[in-house]
């Protein structure tokens, strides 16, 4: 798609959103359930995803990680995003990648500090 057709799509969506900004306004969510052996079952857009422990707290890999699907949900907007705006603009981009990187401290996780913290203590998205 150029950027001629990309202003022709979004076009009747901008008029929409400037006549009634409420309409703009889009609640996203997820949901999943919970499973066997610590798993969560995520529903997507394109099928389940079972989350379950990453290796440095006990899980065997098989199991997608939830912090590595965060920092992908990251990727994927900043790349869908970067790809949509540069389109818009009239500028090609050649061999684009975006990176997303986040720093844990398992040891706040596995509850063996209490120093450390739970979840990510910094994240870092590169375009």
Do not use: W
Not at 1 to 12: F, G, V
Not at 31 to 37: I, M, N, P, Q, S
Not at 63 to 88: H, K, P
Request: hydrophobic share 40%; aromatic share 4%; with cysteine.
């Amino acid at each position: 798609m150029d950027s001629k057709e990309l202003r022709e799509k979004q076009a009747p969506l901008k008029k929409k959103y400037l006549d009634e900004p409420k309409e703009a306004e889009v609640v996203l969510h997820a949901e999943g359930a919970l499973g066997d052996d610590f798993a969560c079952n995520v529903e997507t857009d394109i099928g389940t995803v079972e989350a379950g422990l990453h290796t440095a707290t006990g899980g065997d890999g098989t199991q997608a990680c939830s912090g590595d699907m965060l920092l992908q949900a990251l990727v994927g907007c900043a790349g869908v995003t970067l790809n949509t705006v540069s389109t818009a603009m009239g500028i090609e981009l050649n061999d684009a990648t975006v990176r997303a990187e986040g720093v844990l401290d398992f040891r706040g996780t596995l509850g063996v500090s209490k120093e450390a913290s739970v979840g990510f203590k910094s994240i870092r998205i590169d375009l």
